[in-house]
């Protein structure tokens, strides 16, 4: 059964920090690219970043560049987003997600607030 349980979300304040995790289970996670999307309440769910099957290539939205950095333990098989300098506009659900496999976790809230 397919797993991608993340964790690590809650309330920061702007200019904090949060490191999200996504624990995979039941697929060949060392093969795949995983990506990081988020939903903003009343907007469409948008890409945050990927990571190759290595880690070795990734790449970020315009708006996190910078902030966020993805990274991945293919041992643990976990990924992680390491968000630093968080804003207020980063309030959203965070998934984590195989794109290619249609697998999508159930979703971590971050809000920033002050």
């Known amino acids: 059964q397919v797993q991608l349980v993340e964790s690590g979300g809650g309330l920061v304040q702007p200019g904090g920090s949060l490191r999200l995790s996504c624990a995979a289970s039941?697929?060949?996670?060392?093969?795949?690219?995983m990506s990081w999307y988020r939903q903003a309440p009343g907007k469409e769910r948008e890409f945050v970043a990927d990571?190759?099957?290595?880690?070795?290539?990734?790449n970020y939205a315009d708006s996190v560049k910078g902030r966020f950095t993805i990274s991945r333990d293919n041992a643990k098989k976990t990924m992680y987003l390491q968000m630093n300098n968080l804003k207020p506009e980063d309030t959203a659900v965070y998934y984590c997600?195989?794109?290619?496999?249609?697998?999508w976790g159930q979703g971590t809230q971050v809000t920033v607030s002050s």
């Open positions: 990571i190759s099957s290595g880690g070795g290539s990734k």
């Open positions: 039941g697929f060949s996670f060392s093969i795949y690219i």
């Open positions: 997600s195989v794109q290619s496999l249609a697998y």
